[in-house]
């Protein structure tokens, strides 16, 4: 745990006592602070009282004894409009935080030289957080990873001299942090998202390049330059001349900074017209926006000083995450994906650009659109296998276009895509049974990662009965 110094013997008040929340009262209990909390929600509220902390409603008592409001990032800061604590933290005068702000005064005060790596993105940032974990370890760094990742900030460990904290940041986090100015910088991308809590893209583009207003000569921006708000946010800051800027592209030569071509990495400070690295043949990092991932973790490793041969042999060991096109097993010439974390069809194309010859298992709660955006990957599919709420939604869509089966269940479905995909007669080219459900996990599964895990699973339990599963 970090102590969240700065407040000793002072009244803080935390409002939202999610798993940030509960690990914010406990650091700034360790720093010397008094915490009074509270949330909105009864059940947490009861959580919260039975490990200890001091709960009061923060709308009914006097504020001025306050010295800071430290709010979890899920709690409405500016849109649709200010949850009631802000404004009356407003009135009283008392500055509003989240503990990534606490996390940064903290480190610094005790190793000021200590380095920060802060990624965000609205696609991305989490494969990317952990890839440039993953890497700074094997290339010998000693790494904290956490953030919007993992661990809640202030329950990594204390900075030492030779710690690389590796953090993913949420533009909820951001708008929390004022002070933030991490040593490296990462933007990914952006495209429409949160709307409702930044009011307009505008808005929301405006908080994540907040992540480089306070770099200085000595810090490093990389930016993902392929959508028009990352460019542009790319542009000023090479303007402005403050800190090294790193434009990264998939797809673009670039004259300047990191590219990728057709899996190949390009680095404009090495020799002209050289190839740095080879992406295309990464089980863990396969397709387009992962090597986007795999260019900016790049850049980030060349910016910690690592070797391109160290940066690039990292990726080698990278597992993937859980749930993120994670590969669960291959067996006779048939991978078995699991995208469960695909909650909506944008998140799903990725996986759908990425394979051909798919066996795909579609379906749960279905989101706003539906799967209408897919169209331009239904020619990939070898047939669908509908699942959950969505079925007979998705069945029109697919009717005439992708053959499907009405699977209903997670467990059917498995079975029937991977005998449909083993007796499939493609010779050596791949067929994928693919998890990437384009829904929200709620009509059959209490969250994504427990859908993900049983498919899992599934997947297992059919290998086993099928004798296919190795030895």
Known sequence: MIPATGFEKRLVAVFGLGKSGLSTVRALEAGGASVVAWDDGEARRAEAESAGVLLEDLARRDWSDIAALVLSPGVPLTHPEPHPVVKIAHAAGVEVIGDVELFTRAVKAVVPSVRIVAITGTNGKSTTTALIGHMVKRCGGNVQVGGNIGKPVLELDMPTPSTVYVVELSSYQIDLAPSIAPNIGVLLNITPDHIDRHGTIENYAAVKARLFARQ???DTAIVGVDDTYSSDICTGLCAARVQTVVPVSVGKALGRGVYVLNGQV???????GQTVGDLSGLRTLAGVHNWQ???????????????REKILNSFEGFPGLAHRMEIVAEEAGVRYVNDSKATNADAASKALATYNNIYWIIGGKAKEGGIETLAPYFPRMRRAYLIGAASEEFARTLEGKVDYLRAQTLDRAVEAAANDANAANDGDELRVVLLSPACASFDQFPNFEARGEAFRSAVHAFLEKTGRASA
């Open 216 to 218: 200085t000569p000595d």
């Open 266 to 272: 390009y680095d404009s400070s090495s020799s002209q």
């Open 293 to 307: 991932n795999a260019a900016v973790a790049y850049a980030v490793g060349r910016a910690l000083g690592y070797s």
